[in-house]
C-alpha cells in the first residue's frame, strides 16, 4: 500500500579515501577522516533547519522552531535502542517541526525518509551547496524513491522488490553514471598547491606576534586543506583528544634518526551483506526490518570498531603486565571498516591483536603497506587497501571462505606508483605464502542472525556452531598448508635462533635458488651452538636444513619482516649466535 508522498533517500559519500590520503600531512589526514565521520552531523542537519524554516515561512506557519531539530534521530550508541516506527514517524510528519527521520545509518548507508519529495530535494540542495562552499572536493552522492510501502522494505523477491532493493538498485545506476569533476576547471586560477593542483583560497598571518620584519609572511591553503586543518583543531582542542594526537606524533617522531618506518593498514570485514541479509531474516516491514537493522549495526560497531580501540589503544597503566603496548593511531573507523598506522616493527602484531579478538561468527581481512614516513600515505594506503582485496579477499572468495581472518602485507622500497601485481612480479615475490590466517581468540555463545545447528552425533567442540562456521573449518583445516600463520609463531622461534645478522643474510640465498639457501644454512648451521640446535627438537643438521627448506616461502616472508624490524633481537643476541 503506497504511503502518503513519502520518499526513501539515501546519502552516500563518493571518494573517501581520495580525500582522506590527497595530502600527506598527518593532521590534514585526521582532519579529513573526521569530516567524514560528522558530515551528516555538521551539514545535513541544519540544510534541514534552514529547509524547513522556509517551508513554514512560505506556509506562513506561526510556530518557531528556532534551532530544534528537524530531522529526528535516534542515538545510536545508547544501550537500548529507540524502536522505530512508521506510525509514530507518520505522525511527526503530520506536525510543522521534523521534515524527515533517520531509518538507518551504519555500513556506509545513510538512510532517511522525508515526508515529500520537496523537502528532500530543497534539503539536498542546501547539504551539498554548504559542502562546496566549505569544503570544495568531497562528493555526496543522493538516490530517492517514492512510492514508499510500510509493509514492503525488504523482499527477497526479485519479481516485486522491496523498498531498499529498488532504491540501492537505483543508486547503483547513479554511482557509476554520475560526473565527479572538480568544480574549477573554468575558473581563471592563479595559485594552486603543489601536490593537490587545488586553488589556494585562504591565507592567513603567520607572522610571529613580536615580529618586526618589514614583511609579513603569509601561509595559504586551499579550500579542502582549510577544512580539514580547521576540523582537526577543533577536534583536537577536545578534553581527551591528547591520547589521539600525541599517540600519532610519537609515531613519526620515534623514527626519526632510525628507520623512519610506518606501517599503514586497511581491514574490511567479511561477507557483510550476507550477514545484513541474514539479520533480516525472512522480515518485511519497515517496523521490524529498521530494527533489526538498526541492532545489526550497534553490534558490527562494536564487535570491529569499539571494542578493537579499548585493545589496542589501551595505556601502559591499563594494559596487563603481560601485555605489550603497541603504539597505533586508527585513521578511519566505522561500520566493519578500520585504517589504522603505526611503526613498522609493530605492524604484525597490532594486526594480529585485531584480527585475533573479533568474536566467531565474524571476520575480516587485513592489508598492510611498510614505507618510510616520507612516502606519500595516498600510494601507501592504496598498496594497503590491494593487499586487503586483491589477495586476502580474492583467496577467500578463490576457496569458498566467508569466516576467516586473513593478513597480507607488503614492503614497499621502491616503485610505489605502481599498482601491487607489477610490483611483486617485478621484485619476484609474486610466489610467496600469504595470505596468512589468524584464527579468533574468541567465541561468541549466542549470535542473533544466526541459527546454530542441533546435531547430537556433533563432537562437543562442534555443538552449537552454525552451518557456515563448521564448513569453513572443514575448508580451512584443508588449507592449512598454506594459510601459514598457524606456523609462524613456532617458526619465528626457530628462526630466531640463527641470530638477526644471518637472517638478514639469507635475503639474498632464499630469492636466488634452492642451492645457495642450502649452502648457507649449512653455513649458518655448522657455527650454530649445540644448546640451539637442541631448542629446535631436530635429530640432524641436514632435519634442520630441509625444515627451512620445506618452509622456503614463508622464510622468505619472515627474512624480509627482520628489514622492518620484527622479531628484533634482545640486546647481545646477536653477540651471541656468531
Not at 554548504?130 to 530517492?144: C, D, N, P, R, S
Not at 580539514?228 to 613519526?252: C, F, H, Q, R
Not at 644448546?531 to 630441509?546: C, N, Q, R, T, W
Not at 628489514?563 to 633481537?569: L, N, Q, S, T
Request: charged share 35%; aromatic share 10%; glycine share 6%.
Amino acid at each position: 500500500m503506497e504511503e502518503k508522498g513519502y520518499v526513501l533517500c539515501m546519502y552516500d559519500i563518493r571518494g573517501k579515501q581520495e580525500f582522506i590520503y590527497r595530502s600527506s600531512k598527518l593532521k590534514e589526514i585526521v582532519g579529513a577522516s573526521l569530516i567524514i565521520r560528522d558530515l551528516f552531523e555538521d551539514y545535513l542537519y541544519d540544510a534541514a533547519k534552514t529547509c524547513r524554516d522556509n517551508i513554514n515561512k512560505e506556509s506562513k506557519v506561526k510556530e518557531e522552531y528556532k534551532d530544534e531539530d528537524a530531522i529526528f534521530r535516534y542515538d545510536p550508541n545508547k544501550e537500548k535502542l529507540d524502536k522505530f516506527s512508521f506510525k509514530q514517524f507518520e505522525e511527526r510528519m503530520d506536525g510543522n517541526q521534523y521534515i524527515g527521520e533517520i531509518v538507518y545509518d551504519g555500513g556506509g548507508n545513510f538512510l532517511l525518509l522525508y515526508k515529500d519529495e520537496n523537502a528532500m530535494k530543497k534539503t539536498t540542495e542546501i547539504f551539498t551547496k554548504k559542502i562546496l562552499k566549505e569544503i570544495g572536493t568531497l562528493k555526496v552522492v543522493a538516490t530517492y524513491i517514492g512510492d514508499i510501502s510500510k509493509d514492503n522494505y525488504h523482499s527477497d523477491d526479485l519479481k516485486n522488490p522491496g523498498d531498499y532493493e529498488r532504491l540501492y538498485q537505483k543508486h547503483r545506476l547513479r554511482e557509476s553514471t554520475a560526473l565527479y569533476t572538480l568544480p574549477y576547471g573554468s575558473l581563471p586560477i592563479v595559485q594552486t598547491e603543489p601536490t593537490s593542483s587545488l586553488p589556494l583560497t585562504y591565507m592567513y598571518d603567520n607572522a610571529p606576534a613580536d615580529s618586526s620584519a618589514s614583511e609579513k609572511k603569509y601561509v595559504k591553503y586551499s579550500t579542502e586543506t582549510n577544512a580539514k586543518l580547521k576540523k582537526y583543531w577543533k577536534e583536537a582542542s577536545n578534553p581527551g583528544y591528547e591520547m589521539g594526537e600525541t599517540v600519532l606524533d610519537n609515531i613519526v617522531a620515534e623514527t626519526k634518526g632510525e628507520d623512519s618506518m610506518l606501517a599503514i593498514f586497511y581491514i574490511d570485514g567479511n561477507a557483510m551483506g550476507a550477514k545484513v541479509q541474514a539479520c533480516l531474516n525472512g522480515k518485511k516491514n519497515y517496523d521490524d526490518c529498521v530494527n533489526l537493522l538498526r541492532e545489526f549495526s550497534k553490534k558490527i560497531q562494536k564487535t570491529f570498531i569499539d571494542d578493537r580501540k579499548v585493545d589496542m589503544l589501551k595505556t601502559d597503566e591499563t594494559k596487563s603486565s603481560d601485555k605489550k603496548n603497541y603504539k597505533s593511531r586508527i585513521l578511519i573507523g566505522a561500520g566493519d571498516e578500520m585504517t589504522i598506522i603505526c611503526k613498522a616493527d609493530e605492524s604484525y602484531e597490532t594486526i594480529k591483536e585485531y584480527l585475533s579478538k573479533i568474536p566467531s561468527p565474524y571476520s575480516s581481512c587485513a592489508g598492510a603497506a611498510i614505507f618510510h614516513s616520507h612516502t606519500p600515505f595516498a600510494d601507501a594506503y592504496r598498496i594497503a587497501e590491494q593487499c586487503c582485496e586483491d589477495t586476502c579477499k580474492n583467496y577467500m572468495k578463490k576457496n569458498g571462505l566467508t569466516l576467516a581472518n586473513l593478513m597480507d602485507f607488503e614492503y614497499c622500497q621502491g616503485g610505489i606508483g605502481f599498482s601491487l601485481k607489477d610490483i611483486r612480479e617485478e621484485n619476484g615475490d609474486d610466489n610467496n605464502s600469504r595470505p596468512w590466517l589468524v584464527e579468533s581468540e574468541v567465541e561468541e555463545k549466542v549470535s542473533y542472525h544466526y541459527k546454530p545447528v542441533k546435531n547430537k552425533n556433533l563432537p562437543s567442540w562442534e555443538k552449537g556452531k552454525t552451518e557456515e562456521e563448521r564448513s569453513n573449518k572443514e575448508k580451512i583445516n584443508k588449507l592449512k598448508d598454506l594459510l601459514s600463520l598457524q606456523k609462524v609463531e613456532d617458526f619465528h622461534t626457530n628462526l630466531s635462533l640463527l641470530g638477526r645478522t644471518n637472517i638478514k643474510g639469507l635475503a639474498i640465498p632464499v630469492s636466488l635458488s634452492e642451492t645457495a639457501l642450502r649452502t648457507e644454512l649449512r653455513r649458518i648451521i655448522a657455527h650454530m651452538s649445540k644448546d640451539k640446535k637442541e631448542k629446535m627438537g631436530f635429530k640432524s643438521d641436514a632435519d634442520i636444513v630441509e625444515y627451512f627448506v620445506e618452509n622456503k616461502k614463508l622464510l622468505k616472508d619472515l627474512v624480509r619482516m627482520y628489514d622492518m624490524g620484527y622479531g628484533k633481537a634482545k640486546e647481545g643476541e646477536e653477540e651471541n649466535a656468531k
